[in-house]
């Protein structure tokens, strides 16, 4: 590897201290780093990311190494992440030991996982994409929504709640584990359905194939009314729907590729994180 791109959670590293040290180990030995440049909102300006590279460096937490996986989908880049946030599930090196990592990156001493992303398509052209998950949700109002769910042209079922979470395997220990949904391994291929806060007694997660398409639908709320919605994409990207506004929800044809330097393994890493440690 030799031209890195880093990008940096402004938030996290606030004096870009280690950053420069980042930058420092790699051009020490030779490496080439181009920074990110990011909008007045702090996203990465996906305009400027250049053309080629062989690794993109997040400096942050978790969410910073998603959004970095949304910015650079299709491109088949690794993405390695430092973690300067609390949990680190993807971004699994500390900032003790960056200097350990970048050698053990010019040895190719380094695993990729490949984790699978989510494509989600609203009004047949908007599309967008999710390495956590796609959350169709009520827009304000503290009341259910009803949301009717198909999967491959088939009715599943029809929900009365706040909304239901689309998720990867990746995602699963995030705001799908929040609300009751199963935790699965990474590195898998399949998609997790959980709904949020449904007014019902079972309607329990629903794992399915990774080559299913689901089908979100926004139904219509008492008397006929016109519900509000709103779809977001790995907490971002949100799109507003309404009564009789659908979502297609798909996997992604891309995948997000995670280098790994731990031996841990997910078991370990899941156990020490749920307690704390």
């Not at 609300?179 to 997660?205: D, F, K, Q, R, Y």
Request: hydrophobic content about 40%; overall charge negative; some cysteine.
């Amino acid at each position: 590897m030799e031209r890195f791109f880093i990008i940096t959670n402004d938030g996290k590293d606030k004096e870009g201290l280690v950053t420069q040290r980042v930058i420092r180990v790699l051009e020490g030995a030779g490496r080439t780093c181009i920074q990110c440049r990011k909008d007045e909102d702090k996203n990465i300006e996906r305009a400027s990311i250049p053309e080629e590279f062989d690794c993109a460096v997040v400096i942050g937490g978790d969410g910073s190494l998603i959004e970095a996986a949304r910015a650079l989908y299709g491109r088949n880049i690794p993405i390695l992440g430092i973690n300067m946030g609390t949990l680190g599930y993807l971004t699994e090196v500390e900032v003790n030991s960056i200097e350990e990592a970048a050698v053990r990156l010019f040895e190719g001493d380094f695993g990729i996982e490949d984790r699978m992303m989510l494509e989600g398509i609203l009004g047949g052209n908007r599309r967008e994409v999710a390495l956590n998950d796609i959350v169709v949700a009520r827009k304000s109002a503290l009341r259910l929504v009803h949301f009717k769910l198909y999967v491959n042209g088939e009715l599943l079922n029809s929900y009365e709640a706040d909304g239901v979470i689309i998720s990867t395997p990746t995602g699963s220990t995030a705001y799908n584990l929040s609300a009751g949904g199963p935790i699965v391994e990474p590195t898998a291929s399949m998609i997790v359905i959980t709904p949020i806060c449904s007014h019902a007694l079972n309607t329990s997660s629903i794992v399915l194939s990774a080559e299913d398409e689901l089908v979100i639908e926004i139904g219509e709320g008492k008397h006929d009314a016109v519900e509000e919605a709103c779809a977001a994409f790995d907490g971002a990207g949100t799109e507003t729907m309404v009564t009789g506004d659908r979502i297609v929800i798909r996997r992604a044809e891309a995948a997000a590729r995670i280098i790994k330097l731990s031996k841990v393994s997910f078991l370990e890493t899941l156990r020490r994180k749920m307690k704390g440690k």
